[in-house]
C-alpha cells in the first residue's frame, strides 16, 4: 500500500463540486415545530417546507386558494371582451369556474360528506363522477355502509350478502332497497318522455333523481337545489346501469342521451373566463373534465389527487404536464398533482381553503 499522504484530486473534485447559489426566495425545508401549540392551519400552512408529498399538499392548497380568489377584475379588459364584461360590477363578480370530479369508491368513503358540503354552499361550478359515485349517495340515504376490512374473505362474503369496497362493507340488500326506490321513478320518467316528449340525459336524470331524494344529506339533493350541472359520461356502467337494464324489460323505452351532455359539458369550459380542475382519482370523471377544459386551450389551475403512476402510460397516472402536452391545461397555468390516497388529503386541503373561508365569513 502506498505510504503517500496527499489527498487524491479525483476523489477531491468529485466530493467537493461546487455549488451555485440557490435563486433568491428558494423554499427551505423545516418541518413544524411542536414545542408551539400549533392550530390546524398553522400545521397544514407548513407543509409546503416539509418536502416530498407534503409540499405537494402545501401547493394544492395554494392552487385552490388562488382558484377561489380570482376575479375577472384581476386581469385587464381585452380589445375584443364582450359588452357584457365591461362592466366593472360583473368583472368583480365573475369568478373562475370550479370542475370537481371523483370516483364512485370515494363517495362509499366519508368524503361524501365532504362533497356534500361543497355542493350545499355552491363552492363548485361542475361535477363530474362515475356511476357508482352518483349511486352510491342515493343508496346511503336508504341504508348505511359500514367499516369492514381490506383482508375478509370474498367468499365468506358472499355467501352472507356482503360487497367489499376496499374496508368498506355494503349489505346487498342496500341495493334492493334503492330498485324499489328508483323502479318507479323510471317509470314516471318514462311516461314524460312519451306525454311530454322529454329525452333525458345523464345530468338531467341526476338533477331529477336528486330532487326525488329529498334528503340533506344527499350530494345531489344540493346539486339539484342548487342548479350545479352533474354529468356522468359512463351513467351505465354501475347499479344504475343494473337498474335501467332491468327497467328495459318491465317497462321498455327509456332513453337516455350521452350525446346532448357532451354539449353541456365542454360548453361549461368554453365560455368560462377561467377555470380550476379538482380531481380525486383517475379514469373517467379525469379525462372527461379535462378533455372538456382542451375546448378551451386547457384549464388555468389543476390539482390532481391520486396513486398512479405514470410508466404504464395510464390517463389515471399522467401528471399535469402531461396534459399540458395536450393542451388540457395551459402553459402558464399552476397545477400539481398530489400523490395520495384522497380520504387522507382531501379533508385537510378543504378545512384549509372551502372551509376555513365559508367559517371565516360567517
Known sequence: MSNNTEQPNGALDAVFVESVE???????????????????????????QIGYQG?????????????????????????DE???????????????????GYTSNLVSSGLREIIRFLAQHK????IV????????????????????????????????????????????????????????????ML??????????????????????????SSIYYWTSKNDIPVFCPAITDGSLGDMIYFHSYKNPGLIVDIAADIKLMNNQAVFAKKTGMIILGGGIIKHHICNANLMRN??????????GQEFDGSDAGARPDEAV?????????????????????????????FAKEFHQNK
Open 191 to 216: 311516461k314524460e318522455q312519451k306525454e311530454k316528449g322529454i329525452i333525458w340525459t345523464p345530468s338531467s336524470m341526476i338533477h331529477r333523481l336528486g330532487k326525488e331524494i329529498n334528503d340533506e
Open 129 to 188: 363522477s362515475s356511476a357508482g359515485g352518483v349511486e352510491e349517495d342515493f343508496i346511503k340515504c336508504l341504508a348505511p355502509t359500514y367499516l369492514g376490512d381490506f383482508a375478509l374473505d370474498g367468499t365468506a362474503l358472499r355467501k352472507k350478502g356482503l360487497n367489499r369496497i376496499g374496508n368498506l362493507l355494503v349489505p346487498n340488500n342496500n341495493y334492493c332497497k334503492f330498485e324499489d326506490w328508483i323502479i318507479p321513478i323510471f317509470d314516471e
Open 22 to 48: 440557490m435563486p433568491e426566495g428558494s423554499v427551505l425545508i423545516q418541518g413544524p415545530d411542536f414545542n408551539k401549540e400549533l392550530t390546524l392551519s398553522q400545521l397544514l400552512g407548513a407543509y409546503k
Open 55 to 79: 409540499s405537494s399538499l402545501g401547493e394544492s392548497i395554494e392552487i385552490i386558494k388562488e382558484m377561489r380568489k380570482w376575479r375577472l377584475s384581476d386581469e385587464p379588459i381585452n380589445e
Open 325 to 353: 402536452s395536450w393542451g388540457k391545461i395551459r402553459l402558464n397555468s399552476r397545477s400539481c398533482k398530489v400523490y395520495a390516497d384522497a380520504t387522507l388529503v382531501f379533508p385537510l386541503i378543504v378545512a384549509e381553503t
Open 82 to 100: 364582450a359588452k357584457d364584461f365591461l362592466d366593472p360590477e360583473i368583472r368583480k363578480q365573475t369568478k373562475c369556474k370550479i370542475f370537481l
Open 123 to 126: 363552492m363548485v361550478d361542475v
Open 298 to 307: 386547457g384549464a388555468d389551475y389543476a390539482v390532481y389527487i391520486n396513486t
